[in-house]
T-cell receptor, first 117, second 112 residues
């Protein structure tokens, strides 16, 4: 498909388990964002990549959260020792532009719904 | 930190009615955006606003960037069933190039 693809679509984890969420952005897109969306809330910024460089990780809630984009395309968000408060939808968005060029041109994936029991 | 207050939280309307929702911010924004999110999907951009006072339309949707740069509204005219969903405002503050601040959403429900 031509859109942003996220997998898995749903993930159920036991508290304390590590999880890895994958994002396949649209081919050639420079910018990649991760957002966390709690139930009934708007998305909250987690981290931003420009190609392979992680330029901002100020939104990551704790050091249990780690994101990478080693080759400037696919990105993985890893959560270690999951807690119940990590339950949320994790959205990935990509853009062909840098934020300075066009901040609003974000294409979102359908998200990964994480439930921590 | 920056916060967005979006209202109303939900709306129950009849098909054909006009809809209005708004967002207010505790600080100045440089860009206001309106998104729609369907269940199980990511948000999709509806309208982007870049200048104070700007009024922009996209079909039956009209949005305005408030003069104070601290608020925005979205109007939907003659609502139809496919308008159902959650509408989010999002803004970019003066001190950030890319971190969008999002409202909590307005859920639109059309009564049969």
């Amino acid at each position: 498909g031509a859109g942003v693809s996220q997998s898995p679509r749903y993930k159920v984890a036991k508290r304390g388990q590590d999880v890895a969420l994958r994002c396949d952005p649209i081919s050639g897109h420079v910018s990649l964002f991760w957002y966390q969306q709690a139930l009934g809330q708007g998305p909250e910024f987690l981290t931003y990549f420009q190609n392979e460089a992680q330029l901002d990780k100020s939104g990551l809630p704790s050091d249990r959260f780690f994101a990478e984009r080693p080759e400037g395309s696919v990105s993985t968000l890893k959560i270690q020792r999951t807690q119940q408060e990590d339950s949320a939808v994790y959205l990935c968005a990509s853009s062909p532009w840098t934020p300075e060029e066009a901040n609003e041109k974000l294409f979102f994936g359908s998200g990964t719904q994480l439930s921590v029991l | 930190g920056q916060q967005l207050n979006q209202s109303p939280q939900s709306m129950f309307i009849q098909e054909g009615e006009d809809v209005s929702m708004n967002c207010t911010s505790s600080s100045i924004f440089n860009t206001w955006l309106w998104y729609k999110q369907d269940p199980g999907e990511g948000p999709v951009l509806l309208i982007a606003l870049y200048k104070a006072g700007e009024l922009t339309s996209n079909g039956r949707l009209t949005a305005q960037f408030g003069i104070t740069r601290k608020d925005s509204f979205l109007n939907i005219s003659a609502s139809i069933p496919s308008d159902v969903g959650i509408y989010f405002c999002a803004g970019q503050g003066a001190d950030s190039n890319y971190q969008l601040i999002w409202g909590a959403g307005t859920k639109l429900i059309i009564k049969p």
